[in-house]
């Protein structure tokens, strides 16, 4: 029989949402941090035309993606690196600065998948603990080992929603060896750019990288557009491991047009930071645990794993998917995506009726 090679029969595949809705009760998905609403009217339009030259290969150094993104950001053109979605530069960023001699580190409630791109990289994965579901510099400098390749820290992180200050990332990059590579994954960046704490400054040191996507506050999660700032020096080993083409025509066209309309962008953050925190507000009236975020979702936490799971079923007997958190230690806590007003309102009268229901 063909057996795959160890590293990867030691895995698990990817725990993508399971999303049916029981007979006879329409889906209402609140469990995969999709943007509450569409991209911007110019995003369709520039798809449209550019599908034309879609019998070309997609430009493989994303050329205009790059200058439009430099000019957005004040950023080095030649720093940047774009990702069919920042997925593929997590797996790449693993694949190329660790291996089998040494280790990932990441917070204990960090986004799965920097899990995964350790073992595609056969590396050992480390855990720090968190305070309150919050990222704490002291236990990651605290469980840095010598053979320690590669931090990852999502801030604003997933599925926590909590922040660190720029200052503390500082602290962080300062106190680790030049030979630990820090990557900071801003996939939420966007809902907290507001506070005025860039980090790309921190690239020009040679030892951190910061990511972003179109995935989230762009509304292009179906693109699959990511990017990377990367110091120069060390840019062209990423490039060896990623796919020649990576974006498609249609994914590069998307995202610099989705660039172009910062206003657009700027007004899908403030919607969801209002319906955000209208959800919050609600559910804290009724007693619920909600933890700060900074992002486009919610955490709840629940008083064990059982009542988290039970509050998960009677949703789900409605319709309405929220994500569970156990694959990043929080099996107490349940994670809901700030959607449209209406589905937000009947996620919540079913949790407080759950709630109600705990109660008799
Ligand atoms: C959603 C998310 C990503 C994945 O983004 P893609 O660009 O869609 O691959 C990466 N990191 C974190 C923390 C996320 O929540």
Redesign the pocket.
Known sequence: MIEPASHVAAMSAYALADLEAPAGKSLVSLSQ?ESVRGPSPSVTEAVASAIATAHFYPDPDWVELRQTLAHQHSIPFEGIICGN????L?AALAKSFADETGAILAPRHA?P?FRTAALLARARFDTAPEKDERVSVAALLDAHRTDTKIVFV?NPG?PTGTRIAREDIVTLRDELPEKTLLVI?E??GEFADHLGEPLYDLVERGDTVILR????AYGL?GM?V?WELFPIAIAREIQKVLNPNNVSVAGQAAAVAALKDQRYMRETCDLTAALREGLAARLRSSEFDVADSFTNFLLIRFSDGEMAADADLALRKEGVFLRAQSGAGLPHCLRMTIGAKADLDFAASLLESWKEGQGR
């Open positions: 941090n979605g920042s997925m593929e997590i986004y998948f999502a997933n994954d996939a939420y996507t179109f995935s989230k999660a699959r990511g």
